[in-house]
């Protein structure tokens, strides 16, 4: 493979599949500072989730929101290690309901079991989904939410309530540290100094976790020496809010390789 990334440092703050998206870098050329800033873990109490999937089993519900292809996965979890039976009822119901999905991720999840999207989000943010629902009669219709995180979402809880809809939120995942806070310092550190080319966030919780490390003066110090990659609009509306504008983010599919790739030809232009 063309080292098209030799001689760059690219710090890498994903957790989950961080070896996977290393490699990626690496087999171009790339050194990379591993830094994992959030880790994804299931909700600390199974309980509520497995009643929200028992009423979604037993209610002829007529939504699903799916804004995570992580939170799908972590509702299959929660029920194969806590209630299996539970499993082929709650995918045969998953096949009947009306099924919207933020991006490609929650919708690779459903391909993986068979299924399919039935609404994509105009783009893959909470205004995305928001904006094709719009579209939608919702009065009185009951709308299964999965929520990412602890985030309550209320710009879309509130959308929903405004439409009349009868909302059924469920939170299967919680973030938490990765890495301590004197690691991250560091990584801060070496990208104020100009030792590092380029960060590349694939999650929102790894934006709020840097700032929540230092103060907001040594966060962007940091961030204006360096080049900032976000795999996604979500990611990048993350950093806006912020004050950090994006240098490079892929243009319509957004995942580590598209990421890469985009990393590769602006790289390859300076």
Known sequence: MPQSLANHTIAVPETRELDIFVGLLERRGARVIRCPLVAIKDASDPKPVLAWVREFVAHSWDDFVLLTG?????????????????????????????????????????????????LAADEPTTDGVISVLRRENLQGRHVAVQLYGTDPNIRLMQFLADAHAIVHPVAPYVYADASDDEAVRALLEQMRSGAVDAIAFTSTPQVERLFAVAPNELVLAALERTRIAAVGPV????????????????????FMKPLVSTLEEAFAQL
């Open 235 to 254: 990611v990048r509306e993350a950093l806006k809010r912020h004050g950090v504008d994006v240098n490079y983010m892929p243009e319509d599919s957004f």
């Open 70 to 118: 992580e939170g799908l996965r972590r509702i299959l979890s929660c029920i194969e290690h806590n209630e299996a039976s539970l499993r082929g009822p709650f995918v045969e119901r998953l096949a009947h309901i009306r099924k919207i999905t933020r991006g490609p991720k929650p919708a690779r999840v459903l391909r993986d079991l068979g299924l399919q999207t039935d």
